[in-house]
């Protein structure tokens, strides 16, 4: 039987679509400025989001959204600071995140564990209609945002002191950029899962960094290859009856694979057909040391 | 007598890092039309002092002015082109030429989509340092001296009064601080004031009207370059057979200079 005949696989397939533009779409931003963990860091203090809502007896979405973007101010907050490492202000947030989910459904009424599971790894049958109704509506958001100010991100994560001359709004810029990561971040937990929601941001990333040369031609590849690994991801975990989370994972690895041998046979017949042109230093060449 | 205020005025600048005392008692003016060289050896305080006029650093003590308005409350950026060292042009996902330097643009775009005349700016600053033929290409690809290219092609998206350097000449080749010294004359002839930090001057010392040389955080001297000969600030940090020494050879037409017939 067809999976379009169901309605949990038609709302599992659409919100799939959704993420797969926005997370990558988000997520070159993080890549560009080298900070492709965060998103992983705000997933995991989304779990505490996640358990607080079932603690409170909301929507866990509404509460992990709220939880992950503050999560993600902060460390938008420390960064800037500079008194303590991006990386080590990542690794405060994986620890705690983790912790506070656990506590906080272990104290949940009929709490367990296995409540956060769906959350961690994603499900084909979590997407309720109102959850593609808020995907949909947070998509659009986040993709509009980016059609107006991608340019002034584009900058900022390029250059951030260039941009602070220009007199581009920097310090704005760089807190938006990390509320849309921690929105992207819950929009995509109910597909892909908490744990595995950083894959879809970097990987399609990596991936057209492989073929394409330039930040625009590496959008438009990564948008196209989160696309086809969350589709094809859901469709494969519906056939193979597991979490769709690992499936859109792997087939995006997959990709990174296919697109790096790709990439490299390519390099190398042009580099081949181009001779370098005399009294061309290399970077590498020209910087003394 | 000109009524127009002065391009630059930073008086008692002092800047700290961590209550450590990096620059201080600072003052320093900028007229129109001036090509200013802030010379002096590593940690002698002169890119602290430049990024300080740049609202890059705060003020410990002092002013700063740009154009007669005091930094906090200068809005008119497109006024102002900065090529910092080279390193920012290359980050996590590869750009350009061309979009790297269109970002210079947004100085003056901001919200807006960039029209035909923003792309134009863009394609006549590429041509304004020779890069026209690489717009495509990535910058990482690019050697040095091209990449001190993009970065300068990008100040100058939007024809700035002022031009701000971090220097230029560092880690390029003669070739490349030639071609610079080429785009720089081009600048200064059509009116752009000029002030560049450099650890030797090279084939920039002709277009050179005045030198400010720094040492320990305080300016030591403020007058007309130094001759060519007293020039060179040892410092094996710098030393490098890429380095032109501190004779130089004078500026070249731009054409020849970025390999244009």
């Known amino acids: 039987m067809s999976p379009l005949a169901f309605d949990f696989m038609q709302r599992a397939l659409l919100s799939a679509l959704l993420v797969g533009l926005v997370a990558p779409a988000v997520g070159v931003f993080l890549v560009q400025r080298r900070m492709a963990l965060m998103g992983d860091g705000i997933g995991h203090i989304a779990l505490t989001g996640v358990a607080l809502g079932f603690l409170l007896g909301t929507a866990p979405v509404l509460t992990a959204v709220v939880v992950a973007t503050i999560g993600a101010v902060v460390i938008e907050l420390v960064r800037q600071q500079g008194r303590t490492g991006g990386d080590v202000a990542l690794a405060l947030m994986f620890y705690g995140g983790i912790a506070g989910g656990v506590l906080l459904i272990g104290l949940a009424p009929g709490g367990t564990n296995a409540n956060l599971l769906a959350y961690l790894f994603g499900s084909l049958t979590a997407v309720s209609p109102t959850d593609v109704v808020v995907i949909s509506a947070l998509s659009g958001v986040l993709l509009l945002t980016l059609a107006v100010v991608g340019r002034q991100l584009f900058a900022v994560c390029h250059d951030e002191e260039y941009a602070k001359v220009a007199g581009l709004p920097v310090r704005f810029l760089n807190i938006l950029l990390a509320v849309m990561a921690a929105v992207t971040v819950t929009v995509a937990m109910r597909v892909v899962g908490l744990l595995l929601v950083s894959a879809l941001m970097v990987v399609p990333v990596a991936t057209a960094q492989q073929l394409v040369r330039g930040f625009r031609a590496t959008v438009v590849v990564a948008l196209g290859t989160g696309v086809l690994a969350s589709v094809a991801g859901v469709l494969g975990s519906y056939y193979a009856d597991t979490a769709p989370g690992a499936l859109i994972v792997v087939v995006a690895l997959g990709g990174f694979g296919v697109a790096t041998l790709l990439g490299t046979l390519v390099r190398r017949r042009r580099t081949a057909s181009e001779p370098s042109p005399a009294g061309d230093r290399r970077p590498t060449e020209a910087i003394p040391r | ?261």
């Not at chain 2, 008119?76 to 910092?84: A, N």
Request: hydrophobic share 45%; net charge negative; proline share 7%.
């Open chain 2, 1 to 261: 007598m000109s009524l127009q205020p002065p391009v630059l005025e930073l008086q008692g600048v002092a800047v700290a890092y961590d209550g450590r005392t990096a620059v201080s008692g600072v003052d320093l003016q900028v007229d129109a039309g001036e090509v200013v060289a802030v010379l002096g050896a590593n940690g002698s305080g002169k890119s602290t002092v430049i990024r300080a006029l740049l609202g890059l650093l705060p003020l410990a003590a002092g002013e700063v002015r740009l154009f007669g308005t005091p930094l906090a409350q200068f809005r008119d950026r497109t006024r102002v082109g900065y090529v910092p060292q080279r390193g920012g042009a290359s980050t996590g996902v590869p750009a350009t030429v061309r979009e790297v330097v269109a970002t210079g643009r947004l100085a003056l775009t901001g919200l807006r989509r960039a029209r035909a005349a923003d792309r134009e700016a863009v394609e006549r600053a590429m041509l304004s340092v020779g890069l026209q033929d690489r717009a495509g290409d990535s910058v990482a690809t690019l050697s040095g001296g091209q990449q001190q290219r993009v970065l300068i092609a990008r100040a100058l998206t939007c024809d700035p009064d002022l031009l701000v350097l971090d220097e230029p000449t560092a880690g390029v080749d003669l070739a490349s601080q030639q071609a610079l010294a080429a785009t720089l004359s081009a600048l200064v002839v059509r009116g752009t004031t000029v002030i560049l930090v450099a650890h030797e001057l090279g084939p920039l010392h002709p277009l050179i009207t005045r030198a400010v040389t720094m040492a320990d955080g305080r300016v030591l001297h403020d007058g007309p370059p130094p001759e060519p000969d007293h020039l060179h600030l040892h410092d094996p940090e710098h030393a490098h057979p890429l380095h032109d020494g501190p004779g130089h050879a004078g500026p070249a037409s731009a054409p020849s200079a970025w390999g244009l017939q």
